[in-house]
């Protein structure tokens, strides 16, 4: 997977000319692959035909690069749900060491995941620094990158595995707006789950979250 990630090579980009492409210019890799592939197999119909290939249509172009983000955001977001099993399975023995050496605190237990949103993610920009607890990033993986909306050209979207007290003051939990399958917003409000507590109810929601997922890893194993 990982040789089909980034900019396309030189020599992709001259093997195009060669076959007179004359469209956008491939994104990634994977685009510059799909496009060759299909310039070759149009010209041996055509050939086979005895009729003349005028190239590829915006169109065929457009849906070769929906066909490569596709195969991108499935890949990637494989990587990511290996990635939060990873990341749980290093808590849980983290945690288990502690207690054998001195216990375990609230600041210890696993809070969930950071969003870390680069700036040409234009459109998930907001989400930038909120948090996705354990217990919601179970329930609902499409809180955690990448988006829908992610282009796998430009996509600078990760996640930033944290403890209780690594959790900045003031974080916001994401959680799925109400009328919306896409990406997720941050409607509540809290400090972190390491700092001390603003008084007020959604305050307490913020809490409540962080002990749930607190609780799911000190007794999941």
Request: positive net charge.
């Amino acid at each position: 997977m990982e040789a089909m990630y980034g900019e396309p090579t030189e020599k992709q980009l001259a093997y195009l000319r060669r076959l007179k492409y004359e469209g956008p210019p491939p994104a990634t890799k994977r685009e510059a692959s799909l496009f060759i592939d299909a310039i070759k197999t149009g010209q041996a119909k055509a050939k086979e035909s005895g009729k003349t290939f005028k190239g590829l249509t915006p169109s065929q172009a457009e849906r070769l690069r929906e066909k490569s983000n596709r195969t991108w955001l499935k890949e990637r977001r494989k990587e990511v749900r290996e990635q939060v099993r990873d990341d749980l399975s290093g808590q849980r023995e983290l945690e288990r060491d502690l207690r054998r050496y001195g216990g375990v605190d609230r600041g210890d237990s696993f809070a969930g995941w950071l969003l870390r949103i680069g700036p040409q993610c234009v459109d998930s920009k907001h989400l930038n620094g909120l948090l996705v607890t354990v217990d919601d990033a179970k329930a609902d993986p499409g809180l955690l990158p990448p988006y829908d909306t992610c282009r796998e050209g430009t996509c600078e979207c990760d996640i930033e595995p944290v403890s209780g007290r690594e959790v900045p003051k003031g974080t916001r939990i994401a959680e799925r707006a109400d009328d919306s399958a896409g990406a997720p917003s941050g409607k509540r409000v809290g400090t972190g789950p390491g700092m001390p507590r603003k008084s007020g109810c959604m305050s307490v929601v913020v809490a409540l979250a962080v002990v749930i997922a607190a609780l799911y890893v000190i007794f999941a194993h």
